[in-house]
């Protein structure tokens, strides 16, 4: 099965009466089945993203070969997302080896710039038949393990997306709308009002980072007022990681290792579920 670019997944999903896609972070292949049991049990389409970090780790190829197979089999369907990214080569690496989406981000340059680079990713993007996602506007929190301080938070604004998008044509564009990257406890503040004006004006799908510490009541909201990609990524690190250092512990080195991973893999699972089942 072909790998699906966003707005290919997104006519899916809504033909699945999904409002929205959420987009999870793969943080190791071992979580990799349990992402598409989420999505065969909820029978939604699946929107893996990895950073760059976990793509030099786990190498481009090894992802794609492993993601389209499992797409194959689990008859899901899938688009496999280069999560933030900077570095025009390595969106050429990951285009080279079948990613179906990419995300530019210039969100750290000035606004023309990030124009100027958004649009050489999206005519690479564009003969490949593959998405680009762009950021306008800086989101707190730590990024593939870089930190943006509180005081570079810069949020979105109307006039500088719709000229974003009206000179970009992007696929879709991550608003920095208040939420904030890897929070996993507290609660995000995120600003509707300024989400709903941006998309009036913009009319592109727009994404919104930060998912992890987001309550379920404002998840909605913000689906209602326009976000169609919602990013997950440290929710299911932490869940992960928290089961295996709970069975790790209690166990014994000649156990095999399954049985240390099974519990961290349905964790994912449910997260996945769990959120799944707020973009309806
Ligand atoms: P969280 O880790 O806060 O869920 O954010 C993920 C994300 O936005 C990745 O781009």
Redesign the pocket.
């Known amino acids: 099965m072909k790998l699906y670019n966003f707005n290919e997944l997104l006519s899916v999903a809504k033909a699945r009466d999904f409002k929205a896609i959420g987009s999870f972070?793969l943080h190791c292949l071992e979580m990799l089945p349990a992402f598409f049991k989420a999505a065969r049990d909820t029978h939604s389409p699946l929107m893996i993203?990895i950073s760059t970090g976990t793509a030099e780790y786990l190498g481009y190829k090894l992802l794609v070969d492993s993601v389209r197979s499992l797409a194959e089999s689990e008859q899901v369907p899938t688009c496999l997302h280069l999560?933030?990214c900077s570095d025009i080569a390595s969106i050429v690496t990951a285009i080279d080896a079948g990613f179906s989406s990419v995300m530019y981000d210039g969100s750290h340059l000035e606004m023309d710039e990030n124009i100027v680079n958004t649009r050489k990713v999206i005519d690479i993007a564009r003969q490949r038949n593959v998405s680009v996602e762009a950021e306008l506007g800086a989101i707190g929190?730590s990024?593939d393990g870089k930190a943006v301080a509180e005081e570079d938070i810069t949020f979105t604004t109307v006039e500088d997306a719709k000229r974003f998008v009206d000179e970009t044509g992007v696929d879709m564009l991550a608003v920095s709308v208040g939420?904030?990257?890897?929070?996993y406890t507290g609660k995000a503040h995120i600003q509707h009002q300024r989400l709903a004006e941006i998309t009036e004006a913009t009319q592109t799908p727009l994404v919104l980072?930060?998912?992890?510490?987001v309550s379920d009541e404002d998840m909605r909201r913000a689906v209602a007022g326009g976000i169609e990609k919602v990013?997950?990524?440290?929710?299911m690190n932490v869940q992960w990681v928290g089961r295996c250092m709970q069975t790790f512990e209690k166990g014994k080195v000649n156990d095999s290792v399954r049985k240390f991973l099974i519990p961290a893999n349905n964790a994912v699972t449910q997260v996945l579920m769990e959120k799944i089942g707020l973009f309806k």
């Open positions: 972070n993203q999560d933030h929190g990024e939420t904030v990257h890897g929070m980072h930060g998912g992890t510490g990013n997950v990524g440290t929710e």
